[in-house]
């Protein structure tokens, strides 16, 4: 079993920049892939990024591609969210997510463990 807390959220203007981090404990960490979620008011949930167990392979969503930076260090078993240019429809709790294998895409039914997410709250 894992545990994930995330943290880092808040609130932030249109065009500001957030860093997501997500601790992890309890499994060896460095084996599997990660991903970040998340989840807007009234909409499902959705992939935003990806990360292979070796950080040589990353899956970013259309909407947050060339804005958003997805990173990981195995050995403080931790993984990051870089979000810039943030926009008022990045708004959502945005979770962290371990996979059951060491790279599987976007797939959200391969990642088995949740956090609890964090609130990311974009003015305009």
């Known amino acids: 079993q894992v545990e994930l807390v995330e943290s880092g959220g808040g609130l932030v203007q249109a065009g500001g920049s957030l860093t997501l981090s997500c601790a992890a404990s309890g499994r060896t960490f460095s084996q599997y892939a990660m991903g970040w979620f998340r989840q807007a008011p009234g909409k499902e949930r959705e992939t935003v990024a990806a990360?292979?167990?070796?950080?040589?392979?990353?899956y970013y969503s259309g909407s947050v591609k060339g804005r958003f930076t997805i990173s990981r260090d195995n050995a403080k078993n931790m993984v990051y969210l870089q979000m810039n240019s943030l926009k008022p429809e990045d708004t959502a709790v945005y979770y962290c997510?371990?996979?059951?294998?060491?790279?599987?895409?976007?797939?959200?039914?391969?990642?088995?463990?949740w956090g609890q997410g964090t609130q990311v709250t974009v003015s305009s």
């Open positions: 990360i292979s167990w070796s950080g040589g392979s990353t």
């Open positions: 997510a371990v996979a059951g294998s060491p790279w599987t895409g976007p797939r959200e039914d391969d990642f088995g463990s």
